[in-house]
């Protein structure tokens, strides 16, 4: 608990720098984010938990609050090939927006810790004169054990 206390208290700071307050929904809605820290979710997913806790709590101001974080760079948001959005912490120690692995197959959102593009970014400055703000990069797919998998299903096998 006193890891969200210091988590909520940079978000706090954050939001303050940017001119936003830490207000009772937004509180409750990083409340739940916190309690779920290392899955991704979508906004009804945060809304149904949400709500689960603080029956008061509107779809709206979900929608808001997660778009909000996103601007401030606390979250990050991740589009599937199926267009669903998922939002989670982005890492504070990164410059840049974290690599994902996303398996279309199971959901698995898997974190990419190495920074593939920091030599394309001093390359774009060097050639260019392009200063890059921000960068994300997702790769999308399935895991070999996933296809493995929905082939087992479907009776087809690979080999």
């Not at 899955?39 to 709590?57: F, G, N």
């Not at 970014?121 to 790769?139: N, Q």
Request: proline share 1%.
């Amino acid at each position: 608990m006193a890891i969200w206390t210091d988590r909520l208290d940079k978000i706090t700071r954050k939001l303050a720098l940017q001119g936003y307050r830490l207000t009772k929904q937004r509180a409750m809605i990083l409340e739940v984010l916190l309690e779920k820290e290392t899955v991704y979710l979508t906004a009804e997913e945060v809304y149904l938990l949400t709500k689960s806790k603080y029956p008061l709590i509107g779809i709206a101001t979900v929608y808001r609050t997660l778009e909000l974080l996103s601007e401030l760079r606390i979250l990050q948001k991740i589009a599937f090939i199926d267009k669903s959005t998922r939002f989670g912490f982005r890492n504070d120690e990164s410059e840049h927006l974290e690599h994902h692995l996303v398996c279309n197959e199971c959901g698995l959102i898997e974190k990419v810790k190495d920074d593939w593009l920091s030599e394309l970014e001093i390359d774009l400055d060097r050639k260019f004169g392009f200063k890059v703000l921000d960068y994300s990069l997702d790769f999308i797919g399935t895991y070999a054990v996933c296809s493995e998998n929905a082939c087992k299903k479907s009776g087809l096998f690979v080999s």
